[in-house]
């Protein structure tokens, strides 16, 4: 693939975001002051200001052979020069590290200086154009000036990238958080969009891909265990929005496309552009697109009912079929995720999804789905069982009803019979994904530890929770809680020392 190509293409992202006047907004800030004023739950969603450093105390007992650093990352910084980003998904990077060695945690964050968190702090006020908030004060280079760096933190190959979606990944200090500078994977991919939710192969190297809406493409990438990239390709998916995730088999990639038609219209974001088209006599279907490992090529596209997609579980071959597990969400949840940052929380967000388990049968073209779980996100598998088949899925969900329907349970899933091993911690609290830590050598999907961070709603503080894989229901073994608030995180992964 030559460099030209890949540098046309990359420009999808940011070429939806051109310039025109800025459009600053202070309602959204007021409203968002006025709502946290009259519930300090909210503050999971407020700015946060500086570097953190704690030490965490100690409920329970941590396994002594849980030892390592459990990175975080998500939107920190919303707000500046009296004005707040419209969408959650805007904030700057604040990348977290709660470190657990010999029964203690220390816990630490930063912020992720990138090239748009350093000029905006230098200016005082937005300059860039976001994924949900029209800024255009200052003109930009390539998708990288917009990079927020704010969605997972990944350990590879001895070092930690901080990610988000729509441009490069950013190198990050593993010990201590600092930003080393933007990753360039090959001299040609410079600036390419690089999902925040690359595949791990349990046998070295990783898989990822970058969403190109602008010109209908998504780019493809096989990155082997040395970080030398392998292989890269185009492939096309016209009509396509945003691809937030995929999933990896040991024989295919398999990408959702959901109904959304992209429009014009100079002066809105890239999530204001997003014209949802899965309702009406003119539904469009949510397409399934399986490309096949060995060609990089499109080998099959099936057709599912029209829903939203964020995440999805894992992939596995099963004779003539590739399954896989996704949440699935009803309707247009995308937009109505902005009005948190107005201190709005609509009432069903959380409870328009389910968790499926989809069939892809190649000898009939059909696509079939099983009802895993009821109102969930964020599944995780063990990472030994990426690619092959697991049978056992991780989940959060919700014990409440309307806009009280906050993530505040933990759950591991049999995939063969639907149970739940499942703890609650109910109301005055907000849980984020949890992920699967094995022991060392172990033997089964519960053979391991489920560890997670979930907010004291009530205390205004961050609390890392441990639970041992086969006993989720008797409640976690160990709460490490620190004595200040955590930004609310995406996305992160666990590296055992």
Excluded at 96 to 125: L, N, P
Excluded at 367 to 379: D, K, V
Excluded at 448 to 459: E, F, K, P, S
Aim: with cysteine; proline share 5%.
């Amino acid at each position: 693939m030559d460099r030209r190509r890949f540098l046309e293409a990359g420009l999808g992202f940011g070429a939806l975001s051109l310039a025109g006047a800025a459009r600053a907004d202070q309602e959204t800030w007021r409203r968002f002051h006025a709502a946290l004023a009259r519930d300090p739950a909210l503050a999971v969603y407020a700015d946060t200001v500086g570097s953190q450093q704690g030490e965490a105390s100690i409920t329970g007992r941590l396994p002594p052979d849980l030892q390592g650093s459990f990175y975080r990352n998500g939107p920190g910084r919303f707000e500046l020069g009296g004005e707040r980003y419209h969408h959650w998904f805007d904030g700057d990077g604040f990348v977290q590290r709660w470190r657990i060695q010999d029964c203690r945690v220390r816990h630490q964050g930063r912020f992720v200086e990138t090239r748009r968190f350093t000029d905006e702090s230098a200016a005082g006020q937005f300059l860039y154009p976001s994924f949900g908030t029209y800024v255009a004060r200052r003109g930009f280079r390539d998708n990288d000036s917009m990079n927020a760096a704010n969605t997972n933190l990944l350990p590879f190959n001895g070092h930690v990238y901080a990610l988000w979606e729509g441009g490069s990944a950013h190198e990050i200090d593993p010990e201590t958080l600092a930003t080393a500078g933007v990753k360039t994977w090959r001299d040609d991919l410079r600036a390419m969009p690089f999902s925040a939710h690359p595949k791990l192969d349990p046998q070295g190297g990783m898989w990822n891909f970058g969403a190109l809406p602008g010109a209908g493409q998504l780019a493809l990438y096989q990155i082997g265990s040395d970080g030398q990239v392998l292989r890269t390709a185009l492939v096309p998916v016209p009509r396509q929005a945003m691809v937030h995730d995929f999933a990896v088999s040991a024989k295919h990639l398999v990408f959702l496309i959901p109904p959304y038609d992209l429009q014009a219209g100079e002066g809105k974001s890239f999530a204001e552009r997003h014209a949802w088209a899965g309702s009406g006599p003119n539904a469009r279907p949510l397409r399934v697109v399986v490309v096949s490992k060995d060609t990089l090529t499109v080998r099959r596209i099936f057709e599912l009912p029209p829903q939203m997609v964020f995440h999805f579980g894992n992939a596995w071959e099963d004779g003539a079929c590739t399954r896989f597990d996704v949440v699935l969400h009803e309707g247009d949840v995308l937009a109505e995720l902005g009005s948190l940052m107005q201190g709005e929380r609509r009432a069903g967000l959380q409870t328009r999804s389910s968790t499926v388990q989809v069939c892809l049968d190649y000898a009939s073209g059909q696509a079939r789905c099983s009802r895993l779980f009821g109102a969930s996100e964020f599944p995780r598998v063990m990472p030994q069982v990426v690619g092959s088949r697991h049978r056992r899925l991780a989940l959060l969900g919700t014990t409440g009803q309307g806009a009280h329907a906050v993530l505040d349970t933990v759950n591991l899933v049999d995939t063969d019979t639907g149970k739940a091993d499942s703890h609650a911690f109910g109301a005055g609290w907000q849980v984020e994904e949890h992920v699967l830590v094995p022991r060392r050598g172990a033997r089964s999907e519960t053979d391991g530890y489920l560890v997670g961070v979930a907010h004291d709603l009530r205390a205004g503080v961050g609390v890392l929770t441990v639970f041992d894989a086969a006993r989720i229901k008797a409640g976690p073994v160990a709460l490490a809680r620190l004595p200040y608030r955590t930004p609310h995180c995406f996305h992160g992964n666990f590296l055992s020392a």
